[in-house]
């Protein structure tokens, strides 16, 4: 890969910098105390030397961070042998010669729904090649889009890629993994060390973003050279399915599991593999637009799925996957592409489902359960604290229900409650039909209210669309599909009715209409509901990335006072306090200046420690919020942050009597 002009000098400088700035600084703190004891005469040398002692301890840790032979963290995951997988073995070989890469030094198979690549430098020379495999890739994808995965890895490292690419690609992920481990690192033996990388890494990282997504798109080009083009936007597209379809597999299987057992995910995934979602194509389908609709920001290392599928050339092919109907007009792909053509007979499926055979099936064959079943093992701790999580998640909604049961008893219920018990009466007790009649009860007393209309149409396709007889989008309609309409036309009148409403609901429910519309082979109505939902997401995605805008709370001043002397102790601890709403969401925002000193600063800046103030403030917070009845998001501002204009001495929280 060619170095991108001035910006390509301006990165090798930076490069350049950053190991010459480790080494020099490593190998004067190495010998400090040899050259200090022979700079300085008789008594003053000897205790210079002895006072400089400790500094060799840094200079090492500076030495050894360019060239350490393995990263600073763990090589996690299991280590596979060609002994465990001679199949997957030789696949690796085959598209590392295809590619042209150098012989990998190791292969980790861990539970990511992802693969990566790591290299790094030897002390004497010569690097350490590194490759880890998720195995739900393994088990969810063909081996045709895991060998364009293998491929794409393979190709950071190969001669095609380049040297200096290589080199830039791999100093990304060091430093950011450099970093991390430094940040666990309290206490002043690491001081100089510090001082610099808090210097270089976060400039070093913004100068090398644009280079790190040119060399994601090259990869992507060499896996298409070597697996062909249809292949690699297999392996794109079939990831972001099946990573979300894993997602909610997993969510799904934690709030079922037992409460005293934690589940094997990666064992029951193995032995059946029940993806419960997407339901069908056309849900697929709404997944994949919604993925094509995030743009690549400015801070991404990775360009977005759009991107990489109009850098391949394949906006066309994508489109018409998307739009299964011989008469679907031109519909507008990633990235300002030109309306398409209608679907052709020879288009490719969409790679919604899991395949079969998977390439664990192909590569790992009768060694697939009991890996599955090491991986599940080692992280039984993360699994159990999953379940935790999912289990106080269950008993908050059976709270706020029992909670809704009572004020029932007292009351009667506003439209908004009513909608709350009857989603917990489907969830928590499977009770459709109650929740079904509570709904049409509460849209019968509030017409035209929005979450009723939402949920009652979402329970009416729950009702409709069973997993084991949901139609393909892609299939011809048969007898079953005829006693579905029915429910389905109600699901889209109720669909389309919260929909003509304002508010934040209508790009759900805009999906849910090119679904259904999908489904039915209206390929017009599902361009038409698919457009005004892809211009409303990207609307939002451009607000939700933005700069938060604030504005003046509009509080009046009891509830100020109210909140005031609910916060009094963290208004005597921070230099100030602002109350603002953000713009976008609505939501109020607590502003919080932290008191510091140049002092404090300083010591924070070697020792990697935040000032006790700032701990205090955050403890503060912790302990007060919650006794606010409003809902409020607080915010720590570190010295030196900029305040937005609208802090103020209206916006500002005061002390009782100050």
């Not at 000897?46 to 050894?64: D, K």
């Not at 507008?332 to 309306?339: D, I, K, L, S």
């Not at 912790?622 to 409003?630: A, D, G, H, K, S």
């Amino acid at each position: 890969m060619a170095r991108p002009g001035r910006s390509g000098w301006k990165l090798s400088s930076r490069l350049l910098l950053g190991d010459a700035a480790l080494a020099g600084a490593g190998l004067a703190l190495g010998t400090a105390p040899l050259w200090l004891y022979a700079a300085l005469p008789g008594a003053l040398g000897v205790a210079a030397g002895a006072l400089a002692l400790p500094l060799p301890v840094a200079g090492w840790a500076m030495l050894r961070l360019p060239f350490s032979s393995r990263p600073p963290g763990p090589e996690d995951g299991l280590l596979l042998t060609p002994a465990d997988a001679p199949a997957l073995f030789r696949e690796i070989e085959q598209v590392r010669a295809q590619v042209g890469a150098p012989a990998l030094d190791a292969v980790y198979l861990n539970s990511e729904c992802n693969a990566s690549i790591r290299q790094h430098r030897r002390l004497w020379g010569g690097t350490r090649n590194v490759l880890w495999l998720g195995l739900p890739l393994l088990e969810l994808l063909s081996t045709d889009a895991c060998r364009a995965i293998l491929a794409h890895e393979c190709a950071h490292i190969a001669g095609r890629h380049g040297r200096y690419a290589s080199r830039v690609y791999f100093a990304r992920l060091q430093w950011q993994e450099a970093a991390r481990q430094l940040a666990r690192r309290k206490g002043l033996a690491n001081a100089p060390l510090r001082l610099f990388m808090n210097w270089h890494v976060p400039r070093f990282l913004a100068a090398s973003l644009d280079f790190a997504r040119e060399c994601e798109y090259q990869a992507d080009a060499e896996s298409a050279r070597v697996c062909g083009v249809a292949c690699a936007s297999d392996a794109l597209m079939a990831t972001c399915l099946q990573g979300r379809a894993l997602h909610e597999y997993a969510s799904s299987l934690y709030a079922d599991a037992a409460a005293t057992e934690p589940p094997w995910p990666l064992v029951r995934l193995a032995e059946d593999g029940l993806l419960t979602s997407p339901r069908d194509q056309a849900e697929a389908q709404i997944w994949l637009h919604q993925a094509l609709c995030r743009p690549t920001s400015h801070d991404d290392t990775h360009p977005s799925l759009a991107d990489r599928l109009a850098a391949l050339k394949v906006p066309q092919a994508l489109d018409e996957r998307a739009t299964p109907a011989p008469d679907a007009p031109g519909m507008p792909g990633a990235r300002g592409m030109a309306p398409t053509h209608a679907l052709s007979a020879t288009s490719r499926p969409l790679p919604w489902r899991r395949a079969q055979p998977s390439a664990a099936q192909e590569w790992l064959q009768d060694r697939r359960l009991p890996l599955a079943r090491a991986l599940d093992d080692s992280r039984r701790e993360a699994a159990a604290q999953s379940l935790r999580e999912a289990q106080d998640e269950r008993r908050e909604a059976v709270a706020a229900h029992h909670d809704l049961l009572r004020k029932q008893r007292l009351r009667a219920l506003s439209a908004d409650e009513r909608a709350r018990m009857a989603w917990h009466a489907a969830m928590l007790a499977n009770d459709v039909d109650g929740a079904t009649k509570l709904l049409r009860e509460n849209l019968r007393d509030h017409p035209g209210h929005v979450p009723t209309l939402c949920e009652l149409a979402t329970l009416s396709q729950r009702q409709d669309a069973r997993p084991d007889a949901a139609p393909d989008a892609s299939a011809t309609p048969g007898p079953d599909d005829a006693r579905r309409e029915p429910a389905q036309d109600a699901a889209e009148a109720l669909w389309r009715e919260a929909a003509a409403q304002p508010g934040p609901h209508r790009l759900a429910c805009l999906r849910q209409l090119t679904a259904i519309a999908l489904r039915r082979g209206d390929a017009g109505q599902a361009l038409a509901w698919r457009t005004e939902a892809d211009q409303l997401e990207r609307r939002t995605l451009a607000e939700y990335t933005a700069a938060p805008r604030y504005e003046p709370h509009g509080l009046g001043e009891p509830e100020l006072r109210r909140l005031a002397d609910t916060l009094d102790p963290l208004l005597l601890a921070a230099t100030g306090a602002w109350l603002l709403r953000d713009a976008a969401s609505g939501h109020h925002v607590l502003l919080v200046l932290a008191r510091e000193s140049w002092v404090l600063r300083a010591v924070g800046a070697l020792t990697g420690e935040p000032s006790y103030l700032r701990r205090d403030c955050q403890a503060l917070l912790q302990r007060l919020l919650p006794r606010v009845q409003r809902n409020i998001e607080p915010l720590l501002l570190a010295a030196g942050d900029p305040l937005p204009a609208v802090c103020t001495d209206a916006t500002r929280l005061r002390r009782a009597g100050a």
